[in-house]
T-cell receptor
Framework: GQNIDQPTEMTATEGAIVQINCTYQ??????LFWYQQHAGEAPTFLSY????GLEEKGRFSSFLSRSKGYSYLLLKELQMKDSASYLC???????????FGPGTRLSVLP | DGGITQSPKYLFRKEGQNVTLSCEQN?????MYWYRQDPGQGLRLIYY???????QKGDIAEGYSVSREKKESFPLTVTSAQKNPTAFYLC????????????FGSGTQLSVL
């Protein structure tokens, strides 16, 4: 089967750093994606990892360990606008489709 | 600007009624997808299409139907057989290359009257 786990909710303070973890078990692996979704809106692409290691893009970084089935999204210098849900998705398995985790709702407090 | 357009933004369905959600893309993408999102849950795949005139069932296809007559269009019909249709529906597309990400439309919120 395919399973992706993320924490349901997290809270952090403006200006701080937060790490959102994602663990996965999928049949086949062809990349791990992170998306940001504000309530009632479309998910927007944040990052992509296919090889082990850290990918950095401005205030956002994403890490992947394929042997451990583990990824995290690191958000630095948190801003109020970062309050959103963060979706972890793995591409693989039958049809090479995307399997999404439940999402982590992040609340950034002043 | 290229993108994916979903309409309507809000849709209400009466008991026993079929409704159709529109999804149009001008990104020249081969693959298109329909996802359903319920509160507190991740996106679940309803149907997908890798090429014109071909589509496959996803994980929760029962009570839904699709067509792919044109590359740009992938409409989703929610039939009366879908007993719990209230959800946020997202359409997405992707190029045919191996490592391409999904691009999403702005979604349709479907509610039952």
């Amino acid at each position: 089967g395919q399973n992706i786990d993320q924490p349901t909710e997290m809270t952090a303070t403006e200006g701080a750093i937060v790490q959102i973890n994602c663990t996965y078990q999928t049949s086949g692996f062809n990349g791990l994606f992170w998306y940001q979704q504000h309530a009632g809106e479309a998910p927007t692409f944040l990052s992509y990892n296919v090889l082990d290691g850290l990918e950095e893009k401005g205030r956002f970084s994403s890490f992947l360990s394929r042997s451990k089935g583990y990824s995290y999204l690191l958000l630095k210098e948190l801003q109020m606008k970062d309050s959103a849900s963060y979706l972890c998705a793995v591409r693989g398995g039958y049809g090479q489709n995307f399997v999404f985790g439940p999402g982590t709702r992040l609340s950034v407090l002043p | 600007d290229g993108g994916i357009t979903q309409s309507p933004k809000y849709l209400f369905r009466k008991e026993g009624q079929n409704v159709t959600l529109s999804c149009e893309q001008n990104l020249n993408h081969d693959a298109m997808y329909w996802y359903r999102q319920d509160p507190g849950q991740g996106l679940r795949l309803i149907y997908y299409s890798q090429i014109v005139n071909d589509f496959q069932k996803g994980d929760i296809a029962e009570g839904y139907s699709v067509s792919r007559e044109k590359k740009e269009s992938f409409p989703l019909t929610v039939t009366s057989a879908q007993k719990n249709p209230t959800a946020f529906y997202l359409c997405a597309s992707r190029t045919g290359t191996q490592y391409e990400k999904l691009f999403f439309g702005s979604g349709t919120q479907l509610s039952v009257l």
